[in-house]
């Protein structure tokens, strides 16, 4: 804006021709949106003079704020020039507007390049401390940078890696904007050049760049910078423009020119740039500028989280999910292989319990056990005699070397886990299997998860199994064929068992022998036997001399250096000693507890042939314990043509259970015992119960009165008290286990065959097997056949008699049988009236028979004789049926009238 005044020509004569120009202008301040506070640009007047006119001019503000705030102080610039004129001097007063601008300053932090990037918040300065560092080291001072350049406010940007510097000028008439900002450009350049400014975290310089456009300044969490940046554009721009007007941020590798879109008026294209702090530059400098009439805007390219292999193996499911899964497998092989084995051995040699340590079991029987009393094991007290042969014959068993498995039968509640436990007790190297707790696993995840804790096998990783099965699954419906990755339960569980195998093995001292037979492993046990004696002999006798000693000792050395020379043959032993304690001992503990069940099947199956490698190799012993006479049937198929170690227990003895009893109780404070014990019977956990009862206070009736309540409540439950869902599941009806009770109740074991062919039964003997199943019932064999019939625990007797002592239920029941077979007999008494009727229709009406004759032929007379004589016989029977029914039926009403 130009305001021109005319002056006489005599007046301009004395005096200097002048002209002043004077710049008055408001300021205007952008409000950060960085800062929580508005920040104003502040602009020093170089020389401030009065006026007699002045002009406020506003010019467009050129921040990054929308909101414009005007400054309470306002700067003049007052320049002076001549001017001349043919006819006369004019004085010019020119008005200057204040302009803005930014610099953006790159490699001023760390690039974010994620959410996990933790640079972001460890390297981040403050506010005042980013100011002062651009207006004392990145930017020139003031007084060297021209066009009266003052600093306004700094603008971070910590994700792209840099900051804005806003900055205003004075232009003057004789530059344009570009000529005066291309110089503020360069003046800031030359400084960060001559200076060297490193940043210490990548070690590259700070380069600074004139911004020319209006960038978008966002702190979205998705998009992070990227060597890579889309130019949107409306106008005409070719490949050459771009270049030149990209160049400078720095190294190009390509630029990509996207096509065009149909009736789409934004045209698109890529630069690739060698380094992303150049893409960041180019971004945060050129979004929105407009070149020769072209605005633009520049994003980051959001590229596809993969590459070229990545693409490769999606795209070949066939091919790369097996390898994925060889090189899934290769890692477990090499790496958790290894510690599953160290820490399933650490298991079966107790390497991690202080309880077995030596010296702490010599300090605790010397410190405590000198103090207190040791607990009498009530499996070695003296009355139990009928073990005492049972657990030597074990103990006899586990000297030699492994060859067959040793079966431990008996009722539940026999005692049979606690007798094995206390034989191997001072086994050294041993491994318990409690397959109660497998077979009750609800699913597959859950019984290989309780086996896995039971064996010490760690780490498991169950989840990886579901996580397989539904990649198996997916692959499948997207190629139609099946990957391989699902695990089956089987092959699971065989490769925990493989597993323990190999840890049983370097723990066993014959781990190496499969090729020996078992005489040739006899004679080193026996040899390693003789030679503990010999060595037990020499330490404690005291009249042992040294040289006995040191003659001995060479003697060893003489056989070792026999052994090493035996080294060298094939087939040859490599230890001269196996200790049989040490020979591991493998318990499977209830074993086939349960015949049905989802899994139950494999598993028992799974285990008995691991143990037949085990047992063939001569690696381990394997005793297995179990209440059902038929586990023998899997094992033999595991191991055929072998004779097992057999070992069935059985009830005690009165006698010995009297002693049993007063083993744990004072004799003298209870003298008269012998009733309740004989009909608790010689169940080892009944009589366990027993004493706690009596020890917590209760008398001795009241104790056998508790007990045989419950057993009654037992019989019921399990063999009457069940809906027709539940008959269905089970193998008998009420009425078969009604007769079988009374027959149990005399106090003889049962006939089995002849409750075999009762009418209820029908000849049918898989009543008898559930019936043994739930233990209401015991089966006693003889010569490999069912033989009798026992109750399933002595109490059981009692609680039969119990159970018929009530008048009301036994008149229900024999009611219940009497119908039935009352039906029975009908059912046969229809059926021989039907045949005699078709026997009738064979004789005419003239009395002769269709075979010819009058006569009645023998054939049809004898088989008439026997249809009568049945009638007969189901006659008496329903008569008699009847007879019981009616007398049930008195005695149910005569009950109901006493109530």
Known sequence: MYRVTTRSSSALLGIRRQQTIVAQTTLVAPSWSWSTTMRTLKASPIATTSTTAATTINTPRASLSTQAIPLLRTTKVKTTARKYTSQSAVQVEEELPLQYGMLYFDNAYPLKMGWWDIRYSLLRPGWKQLERKAKTELVPPENAMPFHFKIGGIEPRLKDGGMFVHFSYVRPSSYTTREALKEIESRCEQHLISHDHYMWFNFQKVRAFLVKGSPFLEDMASRYPNSKIRIEYTGELNVEAIYSLF???????????????????????????????????????????????????????????????????????????????????????????????????????????????????????????????????????????????????????????????????????????????????????????????????????????????????????????????????????????????????????????????????????????????????????????????????????????????????????????????????????????????????????????????????????????????LVENHIAHVVFISNNVSASKPLAKALPNMTFETIMLADATLESSLEFVYKHLDSEEYPDLIQPIRTIGGRLTDLELFVQKIKSGITPEDALHDILSRAVVEVRKSAFDFDSTDGRTLGWTPMQFWVVMKQLVSGEPANFNELKIHPLFKNDESPFGAMEQVELISIVHKNGRPFALRPGKPIYRAAFQEILSDAGFRAVMDLEAANYLEKEEMVKVAKYEAELKDLSSLLHKDGSWIFGGYKVPKEVDTRVKWLMKKLAESHAKIEKYEHEASEAKKAVASLSLTV
């Open 247 to 613: 160049r400078k941020y720095g190294k190009i590798v390509d630029i990509v020119m996207i096509p065009p879109v149909k009736d789409m008026p934004v045209k698109q294209a890529i630069v690739n740039y060698s380094f992303m702090r150049a893409a960041t530059s180019a971004k945060s400098c050129l979004h929105g500028a407009e070149i020769n009439g072209v605005k633009m805007s520049v994003t980051y390219e959001r590229t596809l989280q993969g590459n070229v292999i990545w693409t490769w193996l999606t795209n070949h499911p066939r091919l790369s999910v097996p390898f994925g899964g060889a090189i899934i497998a290769g890692v477990s092989l090499l790496i958790f292989d290894p510690i599953r084995e160290f820490s399933m051995h650490a298991k079966i040699t107790q390497l991690f319990n202080v309880n077995e340590y030596p010296i702490l079991k010599w300090l605790r029987k010397e410190t405590i056990g000198r103090l207190t009393r040791a607990p009498v094991d009530s499996l070695q007290a003296t009355g139990w005699r009928e073990r005492e042969h049972d657990e030597e014959k074990l103990r006899s068993w586990l000297r030699v070397p492994p060859e067959s498995f040793a079966i431990i039968y008996g009722p539940r509640g026999a005692g049979k886990t606690e007798m094995v436990d206390y034989v191997i007790r001072n086994k050294k190297n041993k491994v318990i299997i409690r397959c109660e707790e497998l077979a009750n696993a609800r699913s597959e995840g859950e019984l290989l998860t309780n086996l896995a804790k039971q064996i010490g096998y760690i780490p498991l990783f169950q989840f990886m199994s579901t996580i397989n099965n539904m990649l198996d699954m997916a692959i499948t419906a997207t190629t139609g064929q099946r990957a391989g990755l699902s695990a089956t339960f089987e092959g699971q569980l065989k490769k925990i068992l493989d597993t323990l195998t190999a840890a049983i093995q370097e723990a066993s001292p014959t781990r190496d022998m499969s090729n020996f037979s078992i005489e040739a492993i006899m004679k080193k046990i026996e040899a390693t036997l003789e030679e503990k004696a010999r060595r037990e002999e020499l330490a404690k006798g005291n009249s042992c001399s040294s040289s006995m000693l040191t003659q001995s000792l060479e003697s060893r050395h003489r056989e070792t250096k026999k052994l090493k020379k035996k080294k060298k043959k094939k087939n040859q032993e490599a230890a001269m000693w196996i200790d049989p304690d040490e020979i591991p001992v493998i318990v499977i503990d209830g074993y086939m507890s349960r015949e049905k069940g989802p899994h139950a099947k494999e598993l028992w199956t799974h285990l008995a042939d691991w143990a037949a490698v």
